[in-house]
């Protein structure tokens, strides 16, 4: 169990390092491009209703949430919350983040694939997430006993994870190609505005990125310990 475990440990370190940096650099994008006004100066919640409306999306409610990068679009209650700064905000940072947690409703109103996919999951990813890492200490502790059922167990419950991660890629990214694109069509960001919207928006992209390579990578680790003591 020690050496399996301690494998584990380092993994997990050096994952969460990576996750660290970029989850670092997201918070200095959106602290540089929340402090530069568009010249338009529509605030986010502005800027979402005028997008929703371009796209004839209007059973979807737009409200303020609390706390720090913590804006997204909930397909059951079909409301784009998005934090304070960005509801109330009139920055770069606030426009892109409105645009692209928009660019989530407009895909729901269109029956976008992967976010149907991806909701049809989600009892079964929040479920395997309650319990894996007590599946993961039951599965130390008995393939170092000589029982590999429940490393088999382990590597089922993490390849869920793992797979909820892969498909919320795809939904990430063409959201946040809508959000830019409506953006630049519509004249809100243009020009140097419009580049920071997509840097701020290409560093939180990584962050999803940055998830789903952990949780793959920690499914690989899994299945080697798995096939060693075969």
């Known amino acids: ?19 660290m940096f970029i989850s670092s650099r997201l918070q200095s994008k959106a602290k540089k491009y929340g402090a530069i006004p568009i010249r338009s100066g529509y605030t986010g919640k502005e800027v979402a209703e005028m997008m ?8 979807v409610t737009i409200v303020q949430g609390q706390g720090f990068l913590t804006d997204h679009y909930h397909p059951v209650k079909k409301v784009v919350s998005l934090s304070p700064a960005i509801y ?4 770069i940072m606030a426009a892109a983040v409105a645009a692209h947690e928009c660019g989530h409703a407009v895909q729901h109103a269109e029956a976008y694939p992967f976010l149907q996919m991806r909701s049809a999951i989600v009892p079964i990813v ?28 382990a590597i089922v419950v993490f390849a869920i994870t793992a797979l909820f ?17 409506w953006l630049k069509s519509s004249g809100v960001s243009q020009g140097a505005e419009y580049d920071g919207a997509k840097d701020a928006l290409k560093w939180a992209a990584m962050t999803y990125v940055s998830a789903a390579l952990s949780a793959l990578v920690m499914v690989l680790y899994l299945v080697l310990q798995f096939a060693s003591r075969r």
């Open 1 to 19: 169990m020690s050496g399996a475990y301690m494998g584990y440990m380092i993994v997990g370190g050096i994952l969460s390092v990576i996750g």
């Open 52 to 59: 929703l409306r371009h796209y004839g999306v209007d059973d």
């Open 88 to 91: 109330s905000g009139n920055s």
């Open 126 to 153: 929040q479920f395997s997430s309650n319990i894996q890492q007590f599946v993961l200490i039951a599965a130390f502790m008995a393939i170092g006993m000589g029982y590999t059922l429940p490393m088999l167990i």
């Open 165 to 181: 991660s892969f498909i919320t890629l795809p939904v990430e990214f063409d959201a946040t190609r809508r959000g830019l694109e």
